[in-house]
């Protein structure tokens, strides 16, 4: 096992609003949490991923895990129509750019106003802790979401580190949970596609995976 984390004291006040975007980047974050005495909730706001089998396959896994820890989990909107309204355009932006700074800016708004609405001084997300998204551009999101609120702050610790990023994944295999092959939206399963086909690889098929299983032979 990997060390454990220095004990989380959270800043700005006493009750935390989690964006989780999926079970395995949660995990870890909520661990650290019931650990600490932080009393958080988990806000489940992520129109982005599609289709609807993955959306439900990824909140399942992570209302399992709020339920075995007791933890609220707030099961908010799928208002696909909204985000890709938002997208239009940006259809081919690659990840990383501007579609991504929409996307966060629109899950981060919706937890922001939950926050103000029901009395929650902090709100942090899970998205950070992925190797594979900019700490940066999620954490300028996370900063313009709550500017419109005097009495709420973000919080943009740095999940990954002290061994973060690999209780994570420890936490994952030991819960086997779902294991995602793509960022959530439509564009990204079309460009992960894509590269697979450019490499000889299958196809993405939803469902199939689990953290702690064997990579088909495929792979
Ligand atoms: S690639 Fe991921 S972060 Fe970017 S727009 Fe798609 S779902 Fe959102």
């Not at 998205?127 to 900063?143: E, P, T, V």
Request: proline share 5%; aromatic share 12%.
């Amino acid at each position: 096992m990997s060390a454990q984390r220095k004990p989380l004291q959270l800043p700005g006040g006493d009750r935390l609003l989690l964006h989780s975007c999926c079970a395995p980047c949660s995990g870890e974050l909520m661990e650290a949490f019931v650990v600490a005495g932080i009393d958080y909730s988990v806000f489940f706001y992520n129109p982005n991923i599609h289709p609807l089998k993955e959306y439900e396959l990824r909140k399942e896994e992570n209302i399992r895990f709020a339920q075995k820890h007791g933890v609220p989990f707030i099961d908010a909107d799928y208002d696909t129509d909204h985000w890709f309204a938002r997208a239009k355009g940006m259809e081919n932006e690659p990840e990383r750019g501007i579609r991504c700074t929409m996307c966060f800016d629109m899950r981060f708004e919706r937890t922001a106003l939950y926050a103000h609405e029901h009395g929650f001084p902090v709100m942090t997300t899970s998205l950070g802790i992925s190797r594979w998204k900019n700490m940066a551009q999620i954490n300028d999101s996370g900063q313009r979401a709550v500017a419109p609120y005097p009495g709420l702050s973000y919080w943009d610790y740095n999940w990954r580190k002290d061994g973060g990023s690999q209780r994570m994944i420890e936490i994952s295999k030991r819960e086997r949970f779902y294991q995602q092959e793509y960022c959530g939206c439509v564009y990204s399963l079309r460009d992960t596609n894509r590269h697979r086909k450019a490499q000889g690889r299958e196809r993405i098929q939803l469902g199939v995976m689990f953290y702690g299983d064997d990579p088909p032979a495929s792979d």
